[in-house]
């Protein structure tokens, strides 16, 4: 089984900054992929960034330039760095792994609970 941790979401002014965290733990062979999605109120949730164990990254149009993904490998971390934030960047942030269990090595996806990112003046 493998657990996926999300910590830093919280209510930010316009302009602002955060840093969401993900730690995946439990019994696995490697990560193949990590990212994050968000779900906004009235929308479909959206990939905003994701990492593969090559190093490619990709990022939605609408947060190029402001947000920054990164991993850890040795801690099997997954950030996202948002800066100038907006308003419409509110959302339910969930974190994403694509994960090779053990033992049979499948590669299966996993998602976190979600962490609340409020953008507010």
């Known amino acids: 089984q493998v657990q996926l941790a999300e910590s830093g979401g919280g209510l930010v002014q316009p302009g602002g900054s955060l840093r969401l965290s993900c730690a995946a733990s439990?019994?696995?062979?490697?990560?193949?992929?990590m990212g994050w999605y968000r779900k906004a109120p009235g929308k479909q949730r959206e990939l905003v960034a994701a990492i593969i164990s090559g190093g490619s990254i990709n990022y939605v149009d609408s947060v190029k330039g402001r947000f920054t993904i990164s991993r850890d490998n040795a801690k099997s971390t997954v950030y996202l760095e948002m800066n100038s934030l907006k308003l419409e960047d509110t959302a339910v942030y969930y974190c994403?792994?694509?994960?090779?269990?053990?033992?049979?090595?499948?590669?299966?996806?996993?998602w976190g609970k979600g962490t609340l990112v409020t953008v507010s003046s």
């Open positions: 439990g019994n696995f062979f490697d990560i193949n992929a």
């Open positions: 994403n792994a694509v994960v090779e269990t053990l033992p049979a090595r499948l590669a299966m996806n996993y």
